[in-house]
């Protein structure tokens, strides 16, 4: 109720009606003025009574009244207010890997009225480690908390240093809730591995904690994170004996996108072999699980040199879909390992948690196996993206042409200056006053003012802000791509952005700006289901980069096959996009391969060796490939090219050592973060990169 | 004012005869090239982009530098000296007083930094609008101007009556007082100069305040306490240096 209507009560209990209420003390017995003592009822047993009576009636009346203002007027009074208990729950039951974002489930418990308001969670990033002065990130979740209700949210939080205590806010205008938490009770160094197993049997996993500084951590499927980036700081999610049923979509979603971002899983077979027969989990195996049966298994030779075999193991009878089978026993696949993206799944088919196997002495070690792999993950290469490529970007008149009027600027420029010679000029040729002169300039500065302004505020298609895109799409085989998307956000005028992320988003950094970082924090508005958006404010003129990964299907597939001199290459672009400036580069030669459209598909040959004339006039390393002479017509992929993608005297040397490198930029690529509003422009440039080690001759 | 003999004089010379233009064209000439270059040269160091962005303080500095010389040269007459005639002839020969002059130098002085700024307003405002500069901003920019020329060009007029005979004298004095407050003042403190102050307005930025036995002044109070009690020492010299000449 308004305060007006607080006020209408407050005149309520002041009323003569309300106040008459006439004597409620026994002294008032004997009260002259008592009112009842004057009606017409002369006992005084009746009058006490009566009296007694009324007096109690205002006493009701009068708490009523005051109940009732207190309850409108708005006063700090603790019935009027909710009353928030703050529980905040970290990582995996207590635990996260330090540097890697983490869940952080809130319980948000609310004893007093319904309480709508924000969820805040302030962690702090940049510092020491990231070459820059902390800055603070604001997590925000809006929430609903009815009357004497518990709520729970997840968010994913990722601070860069946790010496400053993490903080929970929940503000709302009937409620205020506060609670700090000091992180370095709960993080581990190394990556987490996650176990989920419904079995008891679990004395052969438990042996898995004894890898260096990794922590096993046993959970349940509901407390799996339905936010990819929240499985960051897992390495390996191990699954056995469990019904994946009860997963949420967005469970399930998350953990895909976990896994082809990186991740790996183990799944163990176990006797319940329909658990694994589910939707839900099978769309993980690399095998089609059918049932099972007694093998004689055989892991490897024993000490004395000759083979050991256990006979009568458990094993799931499968058949193989996809990946690759390392190991085989009786006719079935026992370990299969299949990759998904840049993750991993490994399959075993054997029961461990029960006999004979789950007595085998060296079925730790065995397990040990499972978890490294055999080829060790090669990170991608990483794009140069700061500062000074920047500068060298909104320096270029492509970009520059985007925002900056100058063309129209100068012809403004010239029609007025010739307009202001001309008047008084003309002026004198007609023998004008000097007050019709005066009258011609000031029309002519009225005019020119007016829509030159409109023409370069409002008019001239010069957006609030440009948004940048660039992305290089680096090959993992298989059909699927490490987008690694380099931002930039650059603002025209003081207003806030608001960024938001594609599903599948993994990982957003912002490039440490020393000059920036005390400003207003940024905002991240995490809604559930991993969509998040980015709400950050810049000044005119003011920009921001970031780095963000995301791995995505991309259906393009390249075979290269060194033969003798000569390199085999086979292309078949299932992709939905065009390739257009494609080049294949080998060591001290290229080739060019114009456009490869959506659909195509063709192998070619080239040679390895150089000619003859120019292997005596090279001057460049016979084993390098060298970028130097490439060129665009677009300024801009060109600067992106030379300096962000392939960076003269870059930090990787990946294709400085005998490598072929393909590449071609993608026509129109999807973009990866946007903002919905027209005025802010949005550029999007996209190389697909497939960097192919030829002494290995390793087929991509 | 427009039969006062000494503003139709000034009009004359600067407006009919055109002797004038060319303070004009210089104004337009310097600004437009700046504003042009500024916008289509740009350059960016690590942190900052310094182009577009800074487009109307760049311009506005520059018109204030202008504004202010050009509003002393002109008040001193240095265009078209001869044309003008000597302030003897109007206070002793044509016995008009010595206010009527000062009324018409003003006047002409007040007409000529308002005509500067109504020329060059265009370039300015189109400034403004490409470096996104809120509008009242820039009209806030254009009152700083005009104050700025007024209270400087006084000293123009109160050299003109002082050392009227004596135009080197007047010439160097002029230019010492331009360089001097305008440019070297911001070495001594900073929110006295014009230039530091029209930059910290457009920037958003406070300056530093003054503590002054015992109490801190707001650095805008001090910035425009000086330059009233400045523009208002010249106009007092004006007048004094009038009435001498006319006895």
Not at chain 1, 153 to 179: G, W, Y
Request: hydrophobic fraction near 45%; glycine fraction near 8%.
């Amino acid at each position: 109720m308004s305060f007006s209507a607080a006020k209408a009560v407050f005149a309520c209990c002041q009323s003569p009606r309300v106040t008459a209420g006439g004597c409620y003390s026994l002294k008032s017995i004997q009260n002259a003025e008592c009112r009842v003592q004057k009606s017409k009822w002369g006992n005084p047993n009746l009058h006490f009574a009566l009296c007694i009576r009324q007096s109690a009636l205002c006493i009701v009346r009068r708490t009523i009244c005051l109940l009732a203002a207190l309850f409108f007027s708005g006063l700090p009074f603790s019935f009027a207010h909710a009353q928030i208990l703050i529980e905040p729950r970290v990582g995996f039951r207590g635990l996260f890997q330090l540097g890697r974002p983490f869940p952080l489930e809130i319980e948000l418990s609310n004893s007093g009225r319904p309480a709508e308001g924000v969820l805040e969670v302030q962690v702090w990033k940049g510092g020491a480690t990231k070459g820059g002065a902390p800055f603070a990130v604001n997590y925000r979740r809006e929430v609903f908390l009815p009357a004497q209700a518990r709520k729970t949210v997840q968010l994913t939080v990722d601070p860069d240093f946790i010496s400053r205590p993490l903080a929970i806010t929940f503000s709302s205008p009937t409620a205020r809730a506060a609670k700090e938490l000091d992180l370095r009770r709960y993080f581990a160094p190394a990556p987490l591995l996650l176990l989920l197993s419904e079995s008891n049997l679990l004395a052969p996993l438990a042996s898995l904690t004894t890898a260096p500084q990794s922590r096993m951590i046993t959970v349940s499927p509901g407390e799996l994170a339905a936010d990819p980036r929240a499985l960051l700081g897992v390495s390996h999610v191990i699954l056995y004996d469990q019904s994946m049923r009860d997963l949420s979509r967005a469970q399930l979603s998350a953990l895909d996108t976990w896994l082809t971002a990186g991740g790996k899983m183990i799944i163990i077979g176990s006797l319940n072999f329909a658990l694994y027969q589910e939707a839900s989990l099978s769309r993980f195996l690399p095998v089609r699980v059918t049932g099972t049966r007694r093998i004689t298994f055989t892991p490897h030779a024993g000490k004395d040199g000759r083979p050991f075999a256990i006979a009568g193991v458990l094993a799931q009878e499968a058949k193989l879909l996809n990946g690759k089978a390392l190991t085989e026993a009786d006719g079935i696949p026992v370990l299969v390992e299949a990759s998904r993206g840049r993750g991993r799944i490994v399959y075993l088919a054997l029961d461990i948690g029960r006999p004979p196997l789950s007595r085998w002495d060296g079925l730790a070690k065995y397990l040990q196996t499972l978890l490294t792999p055999a080829v060790p993950d090669e990170a991608s290469p990483r794009s140069e993206w700061n500062d000074a490529v920047f500068a060298q970007l909104v320096a270029s008149p492509t970009f520059i042409s985007t925002y900056v009027p100058f063309g129209s600027l100068f012809f403004a420029m010239l029609l007025y200056l010739t307009g202001v010679a001309l008047i008084p000029w003309l002026g004198q040729r007609l023998r004008l006053t000097l007050r019709k002169i005066l009258i011609g300039l000031f029309i002519l500065v009225a005019a020119g003012t007016v829509a030159g302004y409109l023409q370069f505020n409002r008019g001239g298609n010069i957006p609030d802000g440009v948004l940048m895109s660039s992305t290089v799409l680096e090959s993992s085989g298989d059909g699927y791509v490490e987008a690694q998307a380099n931002l930039a956000l650059f603002s025209t005028q003081p207003r806030p952005y608001d960024l938001r992320m594609e599903r599948g988003w993994m990982e957003l950094t912002p490039v440490s700006n020393r000059v920036r970082e005390t400003q207003e924090p940024a905002v991240v508005q995490q809604e559930g289901g991993g969509v998040s958006r980015y709400h950050i404010p810049l000044r005119e003129w003011d920009y921001r980069l970031f780095r963000m990964r995301q791995v995505d299907r991309f259906p393009l597939h390249l075979e290269f096959e060194a033969q003798g001199d000569k390199l085999s290459m086979k292309i078949n672009n299932q992709s939905n996009k065009d390739l257009f400036n494609c080049w294949l580069l080998v060591p001290g030669q290229r080739f060019d391969l114009g456009q490869i459209a959506r659909g195509a598909s063709w192998s070619r040959t080239f040679p390895l060796t150089l000619p003859k004339a120019q292997a005596e006039t090279s001057v460049t390393r016979a084993d390098a490939v060298s970028f130097r002479d490439l060129s665009f017509a677009d300024k801009t992929r060109d600067i992106l090219f030379h300096s962000s993608y392939f960076p003269q005297g870059g930090i990787d040397v990946r294709w400085a050592s005998g490598a072929a490198v393909f590449f071609g930029w993608v026509k129109h690529p999807e973009p990866r973060v946007r903002i919905d509003d027209p005025r802010i422009q949005s550029q999007d440039y996209a190389l697909f990169r497939a960097i192919v080690p030829l002494n290995q001759g390793e087929d991509e | 004012m427009s039969h006062n003999p000494v503003w139709r004089e000034s009009i004359a010379v600067f407006f009919v005869e055109g002797h004038g233009y060319q303070v004009y064209f210089y104004l337009l000439a310097i600004l437009a090239p700046v504003e042009f270059l500024s916008l289509y040269v740009p350059s960016l160091d690590a942190q900052k982009w310094s182009g577009s962005a800074s487009l109307f303080k760049v311009c506005a500095i520059t018109l204030l530098l202008l504004l202010v010389y050009f509003s002393l040269r002109v008040a001193n007459q240095e265009f078209a000296p001869w044309r003008f005639k000597p302030l003897k002839h109007w206070l002793r020969e044509q016995s008009y007083s010595a206010a009527l002059v000062s009324q018409a130098q003003l006047a002409f002085l007040s007409a000529h930094v308002a005509l500067s700024l109504l020329l060059c307003a265009p370039l300015l405002v189109w400034a403004g609008a490409i470096s996104r500069t809120p509008l009242e901003r820039v009209g806030v920019t254009f009152l700083l101007l005009l104050f700025y020329g007024l209270s400087y060009g006084v000293w123009g007029l109160a050299a003109l009556v002082l050392w009227e005979r004596r135009m080197e004298n007047r010439q160097v004095f002029i230019r010492c007082l331009f360089v001097g407050l305008v440019i070297l003042s911001a070495l001594f403190y900073l929110p006295v100069n014009p230039v530091a102050f029209v930059l910290a307005y457009l920037g958003r930025q406070e300056l530093a305040p003054l503590t002054l036995f015992g109490l801190a002044w707001p650095a805008p109070w001090i910035h425009f306490t000086f330059h009233l009690l400045f523009g208002g020492a010249g106009f007092a010299l004006h007048r004094w240096g009038l009435r001498r000449e006319a006895l």
